[in-house]
């Protein structure tokens, strides 16, 4: 789990996005996975990023998705 999610103890660290790409780097590096293919989904996509920019040597590849939700109410045709 990330810092702060999950079953993981919110302790009042630092819960920035560096602090997450870091904590997924050094993730990787420990285990001696790199270079990965690192992917992120929502908030996750900007860690990957993150990761990808400040440890290029540990990204083979990188995919991240952001998809902002929408009001489905929105989608509906109006009603003349």
């Given at each position: 789990?990330q810092?702060?999610?999950?079953?993981?103890?919110?302790?009042?660290?630092?819960?920035?996005?560096?602090?997450?790409?870091?904590?997924?780097?050094?993730?990787?590096?420990?285990?001696?996975?790199?270079?990965?293919?690192?992917?992120?989904?929502?908030?996750?996509?900007?860690?990957a990023?993150?990761?990808?920019?400040?440890?290029?040597?540990?990204?083979?590849?990188?995919?991240?998705?952001?998809?902002?939700?929408?009001?489905?109410?929105?989608?509906?045709p109006?009603?003349?």
């Amino acid at each position: 789990d990330q810092r702060g999610h999950g079953t993981s103890a919110y302790d009042g660290d630092n819960f920035s996005l560096g602090a997450f790409a870091a904590d997924a780097a050094a993730l990787i590096d420990r285990l001696g996975l790199g270079p990965a293919a690192v992917v992120g989904h929502s908030m996750g996509s900007f860690v990957a990023r993150k990761v990808a920019l400040a440890r290029p040597d540990l990204v083979d590849r990188y995919s991240s998705r952001f998809i902002q939700e929408s009001n489905l109410y929105t989608l509906r045709p109006q009603r003349r």
